[in-house]
């Protein structure tokens, strides 16, 4: 059977894999100091600056070329896919009319299974916002996943399931106290918190309970969906609010954190830790032992940009955690939601029309009948850079601009950035959106413009 072609743009800055002792994912930005000064902590890990493989190969070839600017080359759809589970979804999407999502639910059993291998001393925590499906929950479920959720809407759905309480974590730190009360009266015991007025909350509301208290941490400008500004709180603040939560009944029993979703520099992983590690230590000399450490979730899946293996990432990680704990792990929680279900996932879209804006003009704007408000919020700013798969005929073309169906003029996928697809595409023709598994569908619950919430359908 002749294999089917797409094309992909890959992006010139990318991480490299390297077999040094500290593997690097592009440039990390300084650690803060700020808390150093005032208390003793970890000496600072050294940070290398990689120069990309393509440039050492070719400098003369990228010369003038900026982060806006990318390479492209052709590129086949089973680079994402193998081929027993792209001719089963294949199968399942000639089946239906776009807009639409297919999940794979045996790529997420595979991912499941390679996670606990690699992460063998951590609990998963899958995070139901990335995709909330029934399912993907059950699947889930019946691996033995824990969960962790973000509201009493997720608790319901959770427990409806037949999952015990003991096997959730209440991960968002903002929450109502009558939410608190809820998830408290049905079972939960874990939250994190990074507040003064979370935690007073959840001492009336939720006695006794555990609490992790999570930490801002350095690494927004290598992820791709930056988390650190919303969530979490500063260290010295945090171990203030660790000694509070003691002195109101709770039991704060560890430190949570998040590098940032599709984080492509490991090295964010070791400060995070390092952080840490100096808020255990303090602690332990104001009487406070600790001994759970929540590292959230962050690990890249395979969009445009590479990234290292999830091993290299596990092997690192883990070395860190040694490194910093070398007596002995405390309880480890991995929170993982976009590198469990993003890559079961393709989101089929149906060319509306292709135009031009002046008689004059190079670009084409071609709309689709989904768009940022339709399953590809991750889109705005151009923040996820989909691989786009096309059965339309011509060669690959970086002239179009990529938009949604809605009168919304932010309704816009990419503009700046250009993902190259068939010159000859035209209404009709199908645009597949690869490793779209995750924070797709769950964005879309209602009918903005009258657009129904995109359906999706499962190959089990």
């Given at each position: 059977m002749m294999r089917e072609t797409c094309y992909i743009v890959y992006s010139l800055y990318h991480t490299v894999d390297c077999t040094s002792r500290r593997i690097v994912s592009g440039t990390c930005p300084p650690q803060s100091t700020a808390a150093s000064e005032t208390?003793?902590?970890?000496?600072?890990?050294?940070?290398?600056?990689?120069?990309?493989?393509?440039?050492?190969?070719?400098?003369?070839?990228?010369?003038?070329?900026?982060?806006?600017?990318?390479?492209?080359?052709?590129?086949?759809?089973?680079?994402?896919?193998?081929?027993?589970?792209?001719?089963?979804?294949?199968?399942?999407?000639?089946?239906?009319?776009?807009?639409?999502?297919?999940?794979?639910?045996?790529?997420?059993?595979?991912?499941?299974?390679?996670?606990?291998?690699?992460?063998?001393?951590?609990?998963?925590?899958?995070?139901?916002?990335?995709?909330?499906?029934?399912?993907?929950?059950?699947?889930?479920?019946?691996?033995?996943?824990?969960?962790?959720?973000?509201?009493?809407?997720?608790?319901?759905?959770?427990?409806?399931?037949?999952?015990?309480?003991?096997?959730?974590?209440?991960?968002?730190?903002?929450?109502?106290?009558?939410?608190?009360?809820?998830?408290?009266?049905?079972?939960?015991?874990?939250?994190?918190?990074?507040?003064?007025?979370?935690?007073?909350?959840?001492?009336?509301?939720?006695?006794?309970?555990?609490?992790?208290?999570?930490?801002?941490?350095?690494?927004?400008?290598?992820?791709?969906?930056?988390?650190?500004?919303?969530?979490?709180?500063?260290?010295?603040?945090?171990?203030?609010?660790?000694?509070?939560?003691?002195?109101?009944g709770l039991n704060p029993c560890g430190v949570s954190f998040h590098v940032g979703s599709q984080q492509r520099d490991i090295g964010a992983w070791d400060s995070a830790i390092s952080k840490v590690r100096y808020i255990f230590d303090y602690l332990a000399g104001q009487g406070v032992s600790l001994s759970l450490v929540n590292m959230g979730g962050g690990f890249p899946v395979k969009y445009i940009s590479k990234t290292s293996t999830p091993r290299v990432y596990a092997e690192e990680i883990t070395r860190y955690l040694n490194e910093d704990f070398p007596n002995g792990l405390p309880e480890i929680i991995l929170e993982p939601g976009r590198s469990l279900v993003a890559e079961s996932g393709v989101l089929v879209t149906e060319v509306v029309l292709v135009s031009k804006k002046s008689n004059v003009g190079v670009d084409k704007w071609v709309y689709l009948d989904t768009g940022l408000f339709n399953g590809l919020i991750e889109t705005i700013g151009e923040s996820i850079k989909y691989p786009l798969y096309s059965d339309a005929e011509g060669n690959p073309s970086d002239n179009f601009v990529i938009a949604g169906p809605t009168c919304d003029s932010q309704d816009i996928m990419y503009e700046k950035f250009r993902n190259a697809l068939p010159s000859g595409i035209k209404p009709g023709n199908r645009i597949y959106w690869l490793t779209t598994g995750a924070y797709t569908a769950s964005y879309c619950a209602v009918c903005f413009n009258g657009f129904p919430p995109l359906k999706t359908y499962f190959v089990k």
């Open positions: 208390r003793p902590g970890p000496l600072p890990r050294i940070r290398l600056s990689v120069t990309p493989r393509a440039l050492k190969k070719h400098p003369a070839r990228h010369n003038n070329v900026t982060r806006k600017d990318t390479a492209r080359m052709l590129k086949d759809v089973y680079d994402y896919y193998s081929h027993d589970d792209w001719t089963q979804m294949k199968a399942e999407m000639d089946r239906h009319e776009t807009p639409f999502l297919i999940v794979n639910l045996n790529i997420i059993r595979r991912n499941y299974e390679a996670l606990r291998n690699l992460y063998p001393f951590a609990h998963i925590y899958y995070a139901v916002k990335a995709n909330p499906a029934p399912e993907v929950l059950t699947v889930l479920r019946d691996m033995g996943s824990c969960f962790d959720i973000a509201s009493v809407y997720e608790l319901d759905q959770i427990l409806a399931l037949g999952v015990s309480p003991d096997r959730i974590s209440y991960g968002n730190t903002i929450k109502k106290a009558k939410d608190i009360a809820y998830a408290y009266g049905r079972g939960v015991r874990l939250f994190t918190t990074d507040s003064e007025a979370d935690i007073r909350n959840l001492a009336q509301y939720a006695p006794g309970s555990r609490v992790a208290c999570r930490i801002l941490t350095e690494g927004g400008e290598t992820a791709e969906w930056p988390l650190s500004r919303k969530f979490g709180c500063h260290p010295d603040l945090a171990i203030d609010l660790i000694m509070l939560a003691k002195g109101l």
